[in-house]
């Protein structure tokens, strides 16, 4: 009787050795089968944020897009009375993009225009009095505001053109663009 309850005792030993390098085993293959979904996932993240960012870059070359930066006006030599403090985005675009058809198809035949508070579009880099004509105009909107300033521009401008002159002739005895101008050529 001494005998089996041994062997019965080596068995439950046994028995308990196995299942716990069973469950030894088992862990370690839940571990790397997590290990592995994880890379898996990480790497499907990686597609999803290469494709995304690179469905962006079509996008903005589609549009014409051709750089964008960030103005810093501390840089530039502005005369008086004008005195921006922030940094102001610019759009520069090509020629043959839906950007530059839009600002060509003007009545005006813009080159570029100051959409504040979002930035100034431009065909292709601007000449300095080009540029410093836009930011006269983004400190005169911010000045007054943009949208006090944008209704006075097109009310302006629609007074100019009922006065009998063409669109392109409003567009230069305009007042602010007067100003601009003048300010540019400073």
Same mark, same amino acid.
């Given at each position: 009787m001494e005998y089996i309850k041994k062997a019965f005792l080596i068995l439950i030993l046994l028995a308990v050795l196995v299942m716990s390098s069973s469950f030894t =085993?088992? /862990?370690?293959?839940? =571990?790397?089968? #997590?290990?592995? +979904?994880?890379?898996? *996932? #990480? @790497? $499907? @993240?990686?597609? $999803? &944020? &290469? /494709?995304? $960012?690179?469905?962006g870059e079509n996008m903005i070359q589609s549009l014409g897009i051709v750089q964008v930066e960030i103005l810093s006006t501390k840089n530039l030599d502005l005369p008086e009375p004008v005195d921006i403090e922030e940094a102001i985005p610019c759009v520069i675009v090509a020629s043959d993009s839906i950007f530059a058809w839009i600002l060509r198809a003007s009545p005006i035949n813009a080159s570029g225009i100051t959409l504040n508070p979002l930035g100034i579009i431009s065909i292709g880099e601007m000449p300095e009095e080009k540029l410093k004509e836009e930011l006269y105009h983004w400190w005169d909107a911010s000045r007054m505001g943009p949208l006090s300033y944008y209704?006075?521009? *097109? +009310? @302006?401008?629609? *007074? +100019?053109?009922?006065?009998? +002159?063409?669109?392109?002739?409003? =567009?230069?005895? %305009?007042? %602010? @663009? *007067?100003?601009?101008?003048?300010?540019?050529? &400073?």
């Open positions: =085993y088992h /862990s370690d293959s839940i =571990y790397t089968i #997590n290990a592995r +979904l994880h890379a898996i *996932v #990480n @790497e $499907i @993240e990686g597609t $999803i &944020q &290469q /494709s995304t $960012i690179k469905a209704a006075t521009y *097109v +009310l @302006e401008f629609g *007074v +100019l053109c009922i006065k009998n +002159l063409s669109s392109n002739d409003a =567009y230069w005895n %305009l007042p %602010l @663009e *007067v100003t601009a101008k003048t300010y540019a050529t &400073q």
